[in-house]
């Protein structure tokens, strides 16, 4: 399978050499895309620098920090316009194990659809997190998996693979959230098309370098727009029924 892994980023430079290089080490025969929001701190320079040394890296570069829905968006639309098979995405902060991408990959070519790397299947973890975050992160995800009715435990996870006929089935492309609201609406139109979710463990860790981009307005963001789609779903299956 011809796979593309897509890195969104902003101020990063502190840690891409080392996701570049386990990156590569983990999955070698992927090809690896670092979209990248105009980073002030060299972040695309740096990872220029080692696809000059390890190949197959390239970078691109948008005008300004638009957000990571938007940035993931461009990184897939040039994936599947070049014609890859598979599409995965990363974060480059170290926060997803690098590692783990041969276990995602399996799934795909096992034939699920897409592949989720969760935090809260048997095997996942986040060690070191507070109790507070792992509350707000686990409600947070129940709300959302059972108000859209999705069949997944981490559905606001950063780290995936996707088969991409999938995509383009789902109609990829029309999906709007620009930020991390991008993650429950990508999976909840892949599996309203039918699509197959497979959930892989994960252990989530927190970065090690740099600022957390991730904010309480951010997360009632996806809680705003995870109860719209919901809306709109039993709106549109009330209409179905009087039909």
Not at 109 to 124: E, K, M, W
Not at 140 to 157: E, F, H, K
Request: charged residues 25%; positive net charge; hydrophobic residues 40%.
């Amino acid at each position: 399978m011809r796979t593309l892994v897509v890195t969104p980023t902003y101020q990063e430079a502190e840690n891409i050499v080392e996701f570049l290089e386990r990156a590569r080490a983990a999955a070698p025969e992927a090809d690896i895309l670092v979209v990248d929001d105009n980073s002030p701190d060299g972040t695309a320079e740096r990872a220029d620098e080692v696809n000059a040394r390890l190949g197959h890296i390239e970078v691109l570069r948008r005008p300004r920090k638009i957000g990571i829905g938007e940035a993931v968006r461009a990184g897939f639309e040039l994936g599947l316009d070049r014609g890859y098979d598979v599409v995965v995405q990363i974060d480059a902060d170290l926060s997803h194990d690098p590692a783990a991408l041969p276990d995602l990959l399996r799934e795909i070519a096992n034939g699920a659809d897409a592949a989720i790397g969760s935090r809260y299947v048997p095997g996942g973890s986040i060690p070191h997190w507070p109790w507070y975050r792992r509350a707000i992160s686990k409600w947070g995800n129940r709300y959302a998996t059972l108000v859209l009715g999705l069949p997944i435990r981490d559905a606001t996870s950063g780290y995936r693979a996707f088969r991409a006929d999938t995509l383009k089935a789902a109609d990829f492309g029309h999906t709007r959230s620009k930020g991390y609201g991008f993650q429950i609406e990508l999976c909840y139109r892949v599996w309203q098309h039918g699509g197959r979710i497979a959930q892989v463990p994960i252990t989530f860790t927190d970065r090690v370098r740099g600022h957390s981009k991730m904010s309480l307005s951010v997360g009632a963001e996806e809680l705003g727009l995870v109860t719209w789609w919901a809306l709109q779903n039993r709106a549109f299956k009330g209409r179905l029924r009087r039909r």
